[in-house]
């Protein structure tokens, strides 16, 4: 399993649109077979923050969704904090 996660941060004032460019981006990753979740949202505290959170089966299946996934509007973030994580097991935490 791989997972995607961390967040970026852009001005206050784009946050809420570049979230909003991504919304089609969204929907075809969350149908595209082998993707377990996938999520790029406005953080609940901090105005800049866009939180994003990717899992996938598998290496393959996340290499070939980018060849596909023709994200939102190219914008340079002010700042990136996201890493890819691989495992190879998935509990409930309660």
Excluded: H
């Excluded at 001005?11 to 649109?17: F, G, T």
């Excluded at 909003?20 to 406005?42: H, N, P, Q, T």
């Excluded at 089966?57 to 904090?81: I, M, S, Y």
């Amino acid at each position: 399993m791989i997972i995607i996660a961390g967040y970026t941060r852009t001005d206050a004032d784009k946050r809420d649109d570049a979230v909003k460019a991504f919304s089609a981006m969204v929907e075809r990753a969350r149908a595209y077979d082998g993707c377990l979740d996938f999520s790029i949202s406005a953080d609940a505290v901090d105005p800049e923050r866009v939180n994003l959170f990717e899992c996938w089966r598998d290496q393959t299946t996340l290499n070939a969704w980018r060849k596909v996934a023709k994200g939102g509007p190219r914008r340079k973030p002010k700042e990136v904090a996201v890493s890819l994580y691989r495992t190879d097991k998935a509990e409930k935490p309660f």
